[in-house]
């Protein structure tokens, strides 16, 4: 089982990036996934969720009104909007999926996010 992360890169401060992440031999609709960060020598942080099923959303309140986590249930795939980005939200962002009715926890290997002038 695989989630694999892409969409990072190098942003200037106010701009936008949209990550995303693609799994295989799972369905994200069965699974609540989120996105973590983790900045150079701090600890991996909850970013945002997207829960099984409604599809109902939650974020850390220092995304809030700038990142949106959508999922596209015909591709399989789970989106972090990131907008208005701040140097702050540089870091390697993580997916992550997790279903206790499965008993199964999956993480992807990140994908990098800077922002700097």
């Known amino acids: 089982v695989q989630l694999v992360e892409s969409g990072g890169g190098l942003v200037q401060p106010g701009g936008s990036l949209r990550l995303s992440c693609a799994a295989s031999e799972f369905t994200f609709s069965n699974y609540d996934t989120s996105w973590y960060r983790q900045a150079p020598g701090k600890e991996r942080e909850f970013v945002a969720l997207i829960t099984k099923g409604r599809g109902n959303t939650d974020y850390t309140d220092s995304v809030k009104g700038r990142f949106t986590i959508s999922r596209d249930n015909v591709k399989n795939t789970v989106y972090l909007q990131m907008n208005s980005l701040k140097p702050e939200d540089a870091a390697v962002y993580f997916c992550?999926?997790?279903?206790?009715?499965?008993?199964?926890?999956?993480w992807g290997k990140g994908t990098l996010v800077t922002v700097s002038s």
């Open positions: 992550h999926a997790f279903s206790a009715l499965f008993g199964r926890d999956y």
